[in-house]
């Protein structure tokens, strides 16, 4: 079982940044692939971007590609996303999630964090 929490999560001015934080709990996430995800009121949950196990490949949503980071340090076991440029349209609940090899298979991740609120201002 693993455990994840998020955090960073807050109230910022249009073209700020954040940084939020998944850490986990558990079970090492070295064996992970892992993903961050967005839900807006009214809307589905979207995914925003993913990291593999070792880092070396990242993948992105085309709305926030060139303004998003996403990184692991899985020494401490935790995983980032560093959000530039923020937009009014970027205001949701995110999501950390970990994926393990059978749920990729599936399409599936397997663990959830209960997601931290980031709000931009116009």
Do not use: H
């Amino acid at each position: 079982q693993v455990q994840l929490v998020e955090s960073g999560g807050g109230l910022v001015q249009a073209g700020g940044s954040l940084r939020l934080s998944c850490a986990a709990s558990g079970r090492t996430l070295s064996s992970y692939r892992m993903g961050w995800f967005r839900q807006a009121p009214g809307t589905e949950r979207q995914f925003v971007a993913a990291i593999s196990w070792s880092g070396g490949s990242t993948r992105y949503a085309d709305s926030v590609k060139a303004r998003f980071t996403i990184s692991r340090d899985n020494a401490k076991n935790t995983v980032y996303l560093q959000m530039n440029s923020l937009k009014p349209e970027d205001t949701a609940v995110y999501y950390c999630a970990a994926q393990s090899s059978a749920g990729r298979v599936q399409g599936v991740y397997d663990y959830w964090g209960q997601g931290t609120q980031v709000t931009v201002s116009s």
